[in-house]
């Protein structure tokens, strides 16, 4: 079928306002956020129905058009980008945005793929509930893509992942037939737990339209401290003493390198270094409560005190007020964009064990300093998960061409490294097309085979999101 | 190939002293926990390494022999035992009960899947950690079963099911191949979540030799109440009421009816009704932390005044110390003991939403009361996860013949009710050999043929506990 044929077919099917064709309307669905890919598309699908998506897919499947799922187009591993074919047509969700249901005495919402994730943190506030994911893009992305790449961000120490947070699932499959486990029960021992494969899956299986999802008590208390530490084995070990001492409330701890302050300090107006002198190491954790009054503040100094008596931590300040709160997690939320502004840099989304993190720091930074000249490290992140951001820079004065010249070796590099400590070379970035080699290289014979047998058994003709996560054929 | 030539090909497979032959030495493998089935078997495989179970999965794939995965034969429902035919033969992990390793500053322990849940418990306390999962059968248990059943128990509204305890498994395929996903991280998408899809599976798609698993700080402080409430609706109240009040810190929220203390009371020496006047209904309610110092006990008794004076609790007593609280729990877990005592039952293990529960016992009640006079409600459970043990006790007086040939119709009304609510037929259970018509009856025709064709993908042959989750040929 010509693009022509497969637009008119399509504009039958879904209504000619349901469908995108114009060159202008397709432009901002053919390029991921970070620029990595430019793909072609003879139409963008814009259904407002959950019947209309399965009226697609059942016409894409017995046509053997792939398609593409599109959220909030924020992936970093340009999981949402048609390739360069100009043969996979794009299926957006942002229609499918409604919130069906909040329940508070269930501690439940079930929403739409569509739905911003502010928005769904929103609805659960407005019903006196918390909804924990939280990071950076959450002004625009979409929880379909939160789920399909099961995302991370900042609390997953304390509340887990998008995986955790899933109750249920309503999914269209390839076939067009839709598969709904739209409850919202905290127990279901029923059967192989099919929605898990689904979160994560990268629309590579079929398309999320809904979820139901856990709430949590609102946050009514919280303390916030940015301390220095003198290297990361002490923020481990800070780790620990905290989720002991507040009774497992730590729901964030981030690690920060002195080059996390001077970049964002040089870089983004208002952003100050909080201590009075310069550290090597430093985290930035917070602890926060429902309790209508509770004791974090006093808990976290003394957990700090104690720790300063031995040296686990060197110095250190708590916010005093939600100004100096938000003081704090604005330097650790602008680095990333602090090293945009600085220069090129390559990224590693990583993750070890938290135990080895410290050993692992050290031999990946050792490799950077004798191998990588022309880069300086920016690595930080998220500690209390094992997951860091390993990121290079662009070093003052160097080259870019030198320096961008290393990235084959430096990801080989840090990426074996990984493997050795039994890490994994992406933590909360998913695959989508940037890393389908990687997970070639590193994921186990037996675990990939699986995984082209799971893809097989749901994606026969293989039309979801060919290309991403898996090869469309096995080597 | 005939029993005797099984037997000595499996001898010299894995060595006659890791086998069982002799019929004395079957026994124990043929009969289920519950006493519902016995089967046949050639022989029991006790293997000491997971080579052994590859070899082992290897021959019987190539010969189409199916194999019994068998933990601690506690299963509700029959999974563990092989069936009439003398076909099947047993895989007891028993010997494979190494704990690998216990990390503290991770958070994590490697066990095997022969470890008896006690012993994990025990194995996280000497390194002054925790692992949550707590169940009537914990003595004798085995992590493997935990795992193939998603196991629940009283501690799933604070710390969720065994599934949620999962960071990695290692796993032997149908084929004998080995699928490690060993690792201890929080973080990891690469790739589709394979792991999830083994817990729960009752075997039938793989046999679990080892887990990592998630590890939490020790509890150092509790407040546990007793309390009477005017009906189910008030026990959903108090425990929002309670999840806000004291910082999520609830650990287990159990509903019982005054049945339950009657019963006991009368078949259970020691137990003891909590307050001086009856009631219709009860909570025993827990609230845990790790703080060092921590003030639950007066959040509690706040939270509950608060609720008295609100007419949604009627009255209630905490624990004053340890053996006032040891009490409360036996008196909630003899229950099934004194329902065993005083006569035959027809029992329910089903979840509906949290909020709709009360909804859901009025309706169930209702339909029992009219339709099963030989018949006396004993519906009791977890609350706190929707999680109802919806049992009839044989009547006194009753005639246990005309109460048993209630039982079709009963399990008939009961789990079509519990689809009107939206809510699963098998909170906890599993499926087993037991409810493979119910998933038949109850899931959707899309879930179960995707179901259908995940045990295809992963076991072509269908040797892995035939017979089980689903039926060996789909109908």
């Avoid at 508070?104 to 929103?122: F, H, K």
């Avoid at 990426?415 to 940037?434: M, N, Q, T, Y």
Wanted: negative net charge; proline residues 5%; aromatic residues 6%.
């Amino acid at each position: 079928m010509d693009a022509k044929d497969l637009r008119s077919r399509l504009s039958v099917l879904l209504g000619a306002d349901c469908l995108l064709t114009e060159e202008a309307q397709l432009e901002p669905f053919l390029t991921d956020h970070r620029k990595l890919y430019r793909g072609r598309t003879p139409a963008v699908a814009l259904p407002r129905t959950v019947e209309q998506v399965s009226r697609l897919l059942a016409f894409c499947n017995e046509n053997r058009v792939g398609v593409v799922p599109h959220g909030g187009n924020t992936s970093y591993c340009g999981g949402a980008t048609p390739d360069e074919s100009g043969d996979q047509i794009v299926l957006s969700l942002r229609r499918l945005n409604r919130i069906r249901n909040v329940d508070p005495l269930n501690w439940s919402a079930v929403v739409e793929a569509g739905c911003i994730l502010a928005d769904v943190q929103r609805a659960a506030q407005s019903a006196d509930r918390f909804f924990p994911l939280s990071l950076g893009s959450e002004g625009s992305c979409q929880i379909g893509g939160n789920l399909s790449t099961n995302a991370g961000g900042t609390n997953v120490v304390r509340y887990g992942m998008m995986r955790d947070q899933v109750l249920g699932l309503e999914v269209v499959l390839p076939n067009g037939r839709v598969m709904s486990t739209l409850n919202t029960l905290r127990k279901d021992n029923t059967g192989y737990d099919l929605k898990s494969l689904f979160v994560g899956a990268e629309g590579t299986l079929g398309v999320i339209t809904a979820a139901s999802l856990k709430l949590y008590p609102t946050i009514r208390a919280s303390a916030t401290a940015f301390a220095a530490v003198p290297n990361p084995q002490a923020a481990v070990t800070l780790l620990s003493e905290l989720r002991d001492a507040s009774g497992d409330s730590v729901s964030s701890f981030e690690l920060i390198p002195r080059v996390g302050i001077d970049l964002t300090t040089k870089h983004i107006p208002g952003v100050q270094d909080p201590l009075d002198r310069p550290y090597e190491w430093y985290v930035l954790c917070e602890l926060t409560s429902s309790r209508y009054i509770d004791t974090l503040a006093p808990i976290l100094e003394g957990a700090l005190e104690s720790a300063l008596s031995r040296g686990v931590v060197l110095d250190g300040v708590l916010a005093q007020n939600e100004r100096h709160r938000e003081a704090f997690w604005k330097l650790r939320e602008t680095i990333p964009e602090a090293q945009r502004i600085d220069g090129a840099s390559l990224k590693h989304d990583i993750c070890v064990p938290i135990a080895v993190l410290p050993d692992f720091v050290e031999r990946a930074s050792a490799w950077v300093r004798a191998n990588v000249p022309e880069g300086r490290l920016v690595c930080y992140g998220h500690v209390g998960d094992g997951n860091l951001h390993f990121n290079l820079n662009q070093a003052p004065g160097a080259s870019q061409e030198a320096f961008m010249a290393r990235e084959p070796a430096t990801k080989r590099a840090i990426h074996d490294l990984v493997r050795d400590f039994c890490g994994s070379f992406s933590a909360e970035h998913g695959i989508g097309r940037l890393k389908v080699a990687e997970l070639e290289t590193y994921a186990q014979p037996e675990e990939l085979a699986m995984m082209h047998a799971v893809k097989q058994a749901f994606d026969p003709n293989g039309i979801m999101n060919p290309g991403k996560v898996l090869r469309s054929e096995p080597r």
